[in-house]
């Protein structure tokens, strides 16, 4: 009978009681949760809420560690948003200038003109009205091709 007593009042005060609950990264960049923080790490003293004292409880079902490594999961995903969104700015921002390139050299052709070129020994050379037409046509078609959305 005695032996049943001490168990009702142990299970009674055990809600009460409240364990302190570690959080630090190792050196392997680690997330360690622990009971007795170790003397060397920043650690983080998290605080349990029980319910004897009216705190608010996890979700159902979900211990802090696997409430964190969700947390840790999202901040991941919103990284990698950000870069893939950096990453299409980057790319819209190189077809623009060479869109804008394309439509500088199809100008310059379309403006007419004497035009010239450099052959392969460095000497310049000016193009006949049938190869300024061939250049214009040409940077007509990857003007055309580069700007087309």
Known sequence: MKRIVILACALAFAPLVSAQLYKYV??????????QPPPE???KQMRIPSSATGGSAP???KSYVQQD?????GREKAKEGDKKGEEKEARRVAEQERCQSAKTAYEHYA???R???YNEKGER??????EIDAERDRAKAKMEEVCKS
Do not use: R
Not at 26 to 35: F, L, S
């Open 26 to 35: 190792d050196q392997n960049g680690k997330t360690v949760y622990t009971d």
């Open 41 to 43: 790490a920043d650690t």
């Open 59 to 61: 979700a159902p079902g």
């Open 69 to 73: 490594k969700e947390l840790q999961k």
């Open 111 to 113: 403006q007419g003109g």
């Open 115 to 117: 035009i010239s070129k």
């Open 125 to 130: 050379v000016f193009l006949g009205d049938a």
